[in-house]
């Protein structure tokens, strides 16, 4: 692992072009601060003024949106569990509805029971109207 550069207070040299030597920046640093301090410093706070109005105008306007989007979700919510709870009433009434065709089905196939025998005996009572004419016919003739 490499030894992190050291900054010098000697002369610069220029044999290692990596070397960063400075003189004096403490001092450099600080005069920097506090001529730009002085220059700006009405400006920089009507800067500031106007950065934290924008920043409350964005700041309720989010609030604005979140509340806006949390009753639209809300609704959504509300509006999917009315539709969830009608299909299962519906569900429900469709199945109801079901048994009974169901139970009306077999009632009617019972009751049909008793048309099978009135069918056979109507042949049968057709066969005997039929063997009656016939021997009707052939007695008149």
Do not use: W
């Given at each position: 692992?490499?030894?992190?550069?050291?900054?010098?207070?000697?002369?610069?040299?220029?044999?290692?072009?990596?070397?960063?030597?400075?003189?004096?920046?403490?001092?450099?640093?600080?005069?920097?601060?506090?001529?730009?301090?002085?220059?700006?410093?009405?400006?920089?706070?009507?800067?500031?003024?106007?950065?934290?109005?924008?920043?409350?105008?964005?700041?309720?306007?989010?609030?604005?949106?979140?509340?806006?989007?949390?009753?639209?979700?809300?609704?959504?919510?509300?509006?999917?569990?009315?539709?969830?709870?009608?299909?299962?009433?519906?569900m429900d009434s469709t199945i109801k509805?079901?048994?009974?065709?169901?139970?009306?089905?077999?009632?009617?196939?019972?009751?049909?029971?008793?048309?099978?025998?009135?069918?056979?005996?109507?042949?049968?009572?057709?066969?005997?109207?039929?063997?009656?004419?016939?021997?009707?016919?052939?007695?008149?003739?």
């Amino acid at each position: 692992m490499q030894q992190p550069k050291k900054i010098s207070k000697e002369e610069p040299t220029t044999s290692d072009p990596h070397n960063v030597i400075v003189h004096n920046i403490e001092q450099k640093v600080r005069d920097l601060c506090i001529q730009s301090s002085q220059d700006e410093s009405p400006d920089l706070e009507a800067h500031a003024r106007s950065i934290s109005s924008n920043i409350d105008m964005v700041l309720r306007d989010l609030r604005g949106s979140l509340r806006g989007m949390s009753d639209l979700t809300l609704e959504s919510m509300q509006t999917f569990s009315s539709s969830i709870n009608s299909t299962c009433e519906n569900m429900d009434s469709t199945i109801k509805s079901m048994y009974t065709l169901l139970a009306k089905a077999e009632e009617l196939n019972s009751s049909m029971a008793n048309v099978h025998k009135l069918t056979q005996q109507i042949k049968d009572m057709k066969r005997l109207v039929d063997l009656f004419e016939t021997h009707f016919q052939n007695s008149l003739a």
